[in-house]
């Protein structure tokens, strides 16, 4: 790792300390952070429901929304799609749950991974017409892509919402009310932060803005807040910035999560071994909550979780969140033995290429997390696939400074049966027969993308918001670091660097690759010190080294412990 520290605007450091009784280090992590002005960084420290904007800002939203009192109106029959992983069923959650306070009863489908494939598939719109046709369909985290699908349910007279966040890669504009800021056709560049789960939270907000105009007692009764803890889960496990009101719905939403009033998220909760005593932080989401989530629609039917989320039954919620615990491990397990597989294919044919590519009978529904684990590892764009008779499915992810959605339009609709996706995140399906020919294309196509936007890959930067002394980590210190939580995508965890730390005598091995040590504070204290996957090299004892380190309260049995991760030391660097 490269240790970059850049020194911050002094004047603007010390107007922030005095202004809101910050420490240097905090007002510097503030200013580093966008953060300069006094009233900037209040509003971040301070989020309220007020910064959350108009949802009418957003283009066709209105339209949406209109369309959508006129089915409550008419008491009409409603079909929704959603996707199948958390921000899709968060999303779906979120509507079946308002639409049901208004008394009607639409009926929702995921689909199932296995036999209908990404988004809305032929297959999927295939079930859903099976229950009949309704009059309002709408598709959630999917649709923006699919003109034919989507044509299909308005040849049939139904009228059509598409509510996504995924960028549009046709020059087809699809048959129906489109809210998507990332769309081409409905483009809002200062929206498009927002997942799908945030969008629809804004959908709801218009619905609702719209009855109580019209004084409908019904549209008073909800408590709009409420519904925040699902915009949270889905926002962070799609790895959504956690800046403006993505920020704002977050911290509200992780508040409303460890309070939430569904037996269905109680119950996942308490399956996911999150302490009653601590808060729930974005980690918790993206590490426990979200791969069982994820788990029923890698190996099963993602319509499980929204069952779970919609049921009132405490008993029942349970069983459902052991069953989505069982499914979890086995997700485990097939990942595991599939990584392994892959990790030794790609080292056969090369980790100095521009991109890798790993294919073989593995379940498709870990594929795209080996694909990350596998970018991250080498620092390479990554496609993984899984083979299912003559196709190849799978997922791609990439790294800092490539974007795959570019890197694949030159042959995606040539050689591939089907794609899309983020810049950083794509699906792809492609003839088991052409498999040797992606690789060559990908492989050839990020080496082009890169040369043509002035870099390599770059190495690994370490941002060092703060030097800091042991004198200075406090309590007040950590309280203060809490409150610039959530943390995630868009507001990383700062890292705080400490120089010429004498190595202390007594580092722990535990597990195959993490060890833990303590250092001895000024104030007679110790902080405990936890580094991950880096026993392979732990600085021997009494040696001078500089450490880096994210500090962050730990809450066990009830209790508060001062806790540093180790993110990376050196030896001590002259000054």
């Known amino acids: ?55 009418f800002l957003v283009p066709n939203l209105e ?39 208004f008394g009607l009863s639409p009926d929702f489908f995921i689909p199932r991974r296995k036999d209908e494939g990404y988004g809305m598939s032929p297959e999927i719109v295939k079930r859903i017409l099976s229950h009949g046709v309704p009059e309002l369909f709408l598709a959630l985290d999917c649709g ?56 629809i939270f804004k959908v709801i907000h218009g619905v609702l803005k719209l009855l109580r105009s019209r004084n409908d007692e019904r549209a008073f009764k909800i408590v709009l807040k409420e519904y925040l803890d699902l915009v949270a889960m889905g926002t962070i496990t799609d790895i959504s910035p956690l800046v403006g009101e ?33 808060d729930i932080l974005p980690v918790d989401v993206s590490h426990r909550i979200g791969p069982r989530i994820n788990a029923s629609g890698r190996l099963a039917d993602a319509s499980l ?58 379940h498709t529904g870990v594929v795209g997390i080996i694909a990350g684990k596998l970018a991250r590892m080498f620092n390479r764009p990554c496609i993984v696939l899984g083979i299912e008779g003559k196709l190849a499915k799978g997922s791609g992810r990439s790294v800092e400074g490539v974007n795959l959605i570019e890197v694949l339009k030159p042959f995606g609709d040539e050689i591939l049966e089907a794609w899309g996706g983020h810049p950083m995140a794509v699906g792809v399906t492609v003839e088991v027969a052409r498999v040797g020919k992606l690789r060559e294309l990908f492989d050839k196509s990020v080496g082009e993308f890169q040369a043509a936007n002035d870099g390599e890959f770059p190495e690994e930067n370490l941002e060092i918001a703060a030097w800091l002394k042991t004198a200075d980590l406090t309590s007040e210190l950590f309280d203060q670091i809490a409150k610039l939580y959530p943390f995630g995508e868009g507001n990383p965890e700062p890292v705080f660097g ?9 580092a722990i091995k535990f597990g195959e690759e993490n060890f833990r040590f303590q250092l001895v504070l000024p104030s007679l204290s110790r902080l405990g010190v936890v580094a991950w996957h880096k026993a392979a090299a732990i600085p021997p004892a009494g040696m001078k080294v500089d450490l880096a380190m994210k500090l962050a309260w730990n809450n066990y049995n009830g209790r508060k412990y001062l806790q540093a991760e180790l993110v990376d030391w050196r030896p001590a660097q002259a000054q």
Not at 18 to 33: D, H, N, R, T, W
């Open 246 to 278: 993505n920020r704002t719905m977050t911290w509200f939403g992780l508040k409303q999560l460890r309070n939430t009033k569904r037996e269905g998220l109680k119950a996942l909760v308490a399956a996911s071994n999150i302490a009653d005593t601590a």
């Open 144 to 199: 923006t892509n699919a003109t034919e699908e989507v044509r299909t349910f308005r040849e049939l007279g139904c009228d059509a919402i598409i509510v996504d966040h995924h960028r549009s890669k046709t020059t087809a504009q699809p048959d129906a009310i489109l809210v998507n800021p990332n769309s081409a056709f409905a483009a809002a560049p200062e929206f498009s932060a927002l997942c799908t789960a945030g969008l």
């Open 63 to 101: 339209a949406a929304a209109n369309r959508i009192v006129k089915a409550i109106d008419r008491r009409e029959r409603i079909s929704i799609c959603g996707d199948y992983d958390v921000d899709g069923v968060t999303s779906t959650t979120l509507l079946v749950s308002i639409l049901r306070q």
């Open 1 to 55: 790792m490269k240790w970059i520290y850049h020194e911050p605007d002094s004047s603007a450091i010390r107007d922030i300390e005095e202004e809101l009784g910050l420490l240097p280090s905090i007002a510097s992590v503030l200013v580093k952070s966008g953060y300069g002005r006094v009233a900037d960084a209040e509003k971040f420290l301070t989020p309220k429901l007020s910064h959350v904007l108009d949802p």
């Open 498 to 506: 400490l120089r010429n730390v004498a190595m202390p005598a007594g």
């Open 305 to 362: 979780p929204v069952e779970m989320f919609l049921c009132s039954d405490a008993a029942k919620c349970r069983r459902y969140a052991d069953e989505l615990n069982e499914m979890n491990r086995n997700r485990q397990e097939i990942e595991r033995a599939a990584f392994e597989e892959a990790l030794a294919q790609v080292k056969e044919y090369g980790t100095a290429r521009n991109a890798l590519l790993a294919c073989g009978n593995w």
